[in-house]
């Protein structure tokens, strides 16, 4: 198993077997689709890895092998974008401690979040700016590249705590985030009225809730959307079940299902990436797979959607 390999024979291993087996050859840094940050034209790569789930599970568990291999293999493979929060469990301590150890965290684009509820209806700006610096502490950075308020958490006091942040240099972007359907039309709201860098929303081929009015409002205002849960947590691989990838998938070179929900994912204009959590290697290098090759247009897309939406709804 890979958590008994050394990092030298791991890497070997991982680069050459496992994504030969996978993919049928080498990745190739060079073609990993990249997108611009709007606001800055910043190029990241579109696939990244969050840390909630099973990777905070893991985290939790204190055995973090497979953790480091995770990790690793985003970095090796091209990828950059790493997103946690602090109330993702152990999560973010131990990406930190990780990256710090195996020397790459400057090759990791830090995201991660702030939400502290209000105290007797009061906004807690002291409690809010602690866990921010538990943030810079347990990720072991001076500067931060995305902090983003977490579900709309106390916006006006959190938001105006990453502006002062922003302004001072100590975070690169600033930005919301919301996973709930119900937050949207207060999520509009901030996103017309608000100089944001970034949003980060729920987005998956069964899940498009957000393209009506959120990606092209993210679009117009030049926002960068980090789209969470893009197989629906597991909804989207238990209704598909044990059936094959259609045929005409070979056409956008998705080579197994979770390229072919993370192509659909990215290949909207208005996402900057997709940040599925993982705890296995393996299962980092077959998303990383997605963000290689061809994509599907929009006529494809919509195929796409098509052919999941005739699927049973996972049970």
């Known amino acids: 198993m890979a958590t008994t390999l050394s ?3 791991w890497l070997s291993w991982s680069a050459g077997a496992l994504a030969v087996s996978l993919f049928g050859k080498l990745f190739d840094h060079e ?4 997108k611009p940050i709007p606001s800055s034209g910043e190029q990241l790569p579109v696939i990244g890895l969050g840390s909630s789930a099973t990777f905070a599970e893991t985290a939790q568990s204190g055995d973090v092998a497979d953790l480091r291999e995770v990790m690793m293999m985003l970095v090796d493979q091209g990828g950059k974008i790493f997103d946690t929060a602090p109330d993702y469990g152990a999560s973010e ?9 195996a020397s790459m965290g400057n090759k990791i684009f830090w995201a991660t979040k702030v939400n502290v509820a209000p105290e007797n209806g009061q906004a807690n700006r002291v409690a809010a700016m602690a866990q921010i610096n538990r943030s810079f ?11 983003q308020v977490h579900n709309l958490g106390d916006v006006p006091t959190q938001l105006g705590l990453l502006k002062d942040l922003k302004a001072q240099g100590r975070v690169r972007y600033i930005g919301v985030t919301s996973t709930m359907s119900k937050q949207y039309d207060d999520l509009i709201k901030i996103m017309k009225s608000e100089p944001l860098d970034f949003i980060g929303v729920n987005y998956a081929v069964d899940d498009r809730a957000v393209e009506d009015t959120i990606l092209p409002l993210a679009r117009d205002r030049k926002f960068a959307v980090l789209a969470y849960a893009p197989f629906g947590r597991t909804r989207l691989f238990h209704r598909v079940g044990g059936r094959s990838l259609p045929d005409w998938a070979a056409e956008f070179d998705a080579k197994t299902w979770a390229q072919f929900f993370l192509k659909f994912v990215v290949s909207h204009p208005s996402i900057l ?6 705890s296995q290697a393996k299962n980092m290098l077959d998303n990383i797979g997605s963000g290689l090759g061809k994509m599907p247009d ?3 897309r919509k195929r796409m959607a098509a052919f999941v939406d005739a699927l049973p709804s996972a049970s």
């Open 31 to 34: 073609k990993l689709l990249t």
């Open 273 to 278: 990436a997709a940040t599925p959590a993982t």
């Open 137 to 147: 502490r347990r990720l072991r950075k001076r500067r931060i590249d995305l902090i």
């Open 93 to 101: 301590a131990v990406a930190g401690r990780i990256a710090s150890e």
């Open 7 to 9: 990092r030298r024979n």
């Open 298 to 300: 929009e006529a494809t």
